[in-house]
């Protein structure tokens, strides 16, 4: 009988023995580095004439209303192209001007904006007109379509008072924008 368990404990001992000695591992270790993929571009800006006592709507496609001094109807969008990973649930938010203003006199020209002075385009239609109507006094999100970019426009409109001396009025307008999800 001891003999038997001698044997037995021999046959263990070399199985734990041989099964120990099969064992090995290895770490594999991933690095990843993270950019910043998030790239917006700004054009635009160009109002044009403005005559004393008249009050213009600039629209998300350029046109104004009623045309300028010089009797343009378009004179250019105020636009944001944004760039990043097709889907990302992005948030844009402006900083707006509340007056367009002249270095030389010191005078100031009222700029306001309404709910619908926002127009977000993640077709890729680029006209100003094509998307999604928006707040621009509020942030707000959508996605980069299937080219990874979305154009962002803004209205508003901008009184020139019957009194104001010419000059040129100058204001800027902040487009910044955030991932907001995947």
Do not use: H
Request: glycine share 12%; aromatic share 10%; charged share 10%.
């Amino acid at each position: 009988m001891k003999r038997i368990l001698f044997i037995i404990c021999n046959i263990i001992v070399f199985s734990i023995n041989t099964w120990s000695q099969t064992i090995a591992s290895a770490v594999n270790t991933a690095e990843y580095t993270v950019t910043n993929t998030l790239v917006i571009t700004c054009t635009g800006g160009q109002v044009g004439e403005l005559a004393p006592g008249i009050c213009y709507e600039i629209k998300t496609n350029g046109d104004i209303n009623p045309p300028d001094a010089s009797g343009n109807f378009n004179v250019g969008f105020m636009s944001w192209n944004i760039i990043g990973q097709v889907g990302t649930s992005i948030t844009i938010a402006f900083n707006l001007p509340e007056r367009a203003s002249d270095a030389l006199s010191g005078s100031s020209l009222p700029i306001t904006y309404s709910p619908f002075d926002g127009m977000f385009d993640n077709s890729g239609a680029g006209d100003g007109l094509t998307g999604n109507a928006f707040d621009v006094r509020v942030p707000y999100t959508n996605f980069l379509g299937m080219t990874g970019s979305a154009d962002v426009y803004v209205a508003y409109r901008i009184c020139a008072p019957g009194n104001i001396p010419a000059g040129d009025y100058l204001a800027n307008f902040y487009g910044i924008v955030s991932i907001s999800g995947l």
